[in-house]
């Protein structure tokens, strides 16, 4: 059920779904509650008390104008925590809420039962963000004022070749970004965010039980940076999604909350794919 809750002077809707030990799901930039997508939710919510949220200024969540840190942006998801009353839960972020989600786990530890970062990024040497001829064709999408374009680049260079020939596929992913269409001057305080952010030294430190997953044709954030934060945090498991774009969780929806599943030792896990 959706409600909107104070956080730190910002309102920020909030929604739980399902029933069981709280997953606290951070989302990516631009991204709000519904880019979990309806099979992906439905799959967890068997086995957890989900928990999806909108960042400042995005989707159903209050205005934002300031600029921000991705540090900022973890306290906000501590802060949700504080609002629903839950002490820890297991955290999942993806891609810039991947970057909020080490920030928390960093910053709040004691709040963290399990840890999933998925197409993420930490920074510092050896890491990277999209390349310049995917930053361009974004941003020449975006600033077009074509918004039919503008869904249909972040379409083509967010999922893999496969998946995305199908206009099927297409047609879900288009009903989504049409609902909540973030602004640009949020995109670009996100941006700005995601430029200032480097955990990479800080990784080893962290303490928590961690998966890490990734789709080997993600355009977005290269494969690479997923074996780098694997490798930078102690004990942590990569889990490699072939053939599979930046939203993994999209992709392969069921296979996502397997993984979920498994590592946080909550329900009944399937069987691994081989």
Not at 69 to 83: P, Q, R, T, Y
Not at 116 to 134: P, R
Request: with cysteine; charged share 20%; aromatic share 6%.
């Amino acid at each position: 059920m959706p409600t909107t809750y104070d956080v730190r002077g910002h309102q920020l809707h909030v929604l739980r779904r399902g029933e069981g030990e709280p997953l606290l799901l951070i989302q990516g930039m631009s991204g709000n509650h519904l880019a979990w997508g309806e099979p992906f939710l439905a799959d967890l919510e068997r086995d957890f008390d989900v928990i999806t949220y909108d960042h400042r200024g995005i989707g159903l969540s209050g205005i934002v104008s300031e600029p921000f840190s991705i540090a900022d942006l973890a306290d906000d998801a501590a802060g949700v925590l504080d609002a629903l009353g839950i002490d820890t839960a297991h955290v999942m972020g993806i891609s810039m809420g991947g970057m909020v989600a080490q920030e928390l786990a960093l910053r709040h530890p004691e709040r963290i039962r399990t840890l999933a970062l998925g197409c993420t990024y930490c920074g510092g040497e050896g890491s990277s963000l999209a390349d310049e001829g995917v930053v361009q064709k974004l941003g020449e999408a975006m600033l077009s004022g074509d918004r039919e374009r503008a869904i249909r680049t972040g379409w083509e260079v967010n999922v893999s070749p496969g998946y995305g020939a199908d206009h099927s596929n297409f047609a879900v992913f288009f009903e989504m970004a049409q609902a909540h269409p973030a602004p640009v001057s949020v995109i670009m305080l996100q941006a700005q965010a995601i430029q200032g952010h480097d955990t990479s030294e800080r990784l080893p430190s962290i303490d928590i039980p961690t998966l890490v997953m990734h789709g080997t044709e993600d355009q977005m954030i290269g494969v690479a940076n997923g074996r780098m934060i694997a490798a930078l945090i102690p004990g942590a498991r990569l889990e490699i999604f072939e053939d599979v774009g930046h939203m993994f969780w999209w992709e392969q929806p069921e296979r996502t909350a397997e993984l979920v599943r498994e590592h946080t030792g909550v329900g009944a896990a399937l069987p691994r794919s081989q």
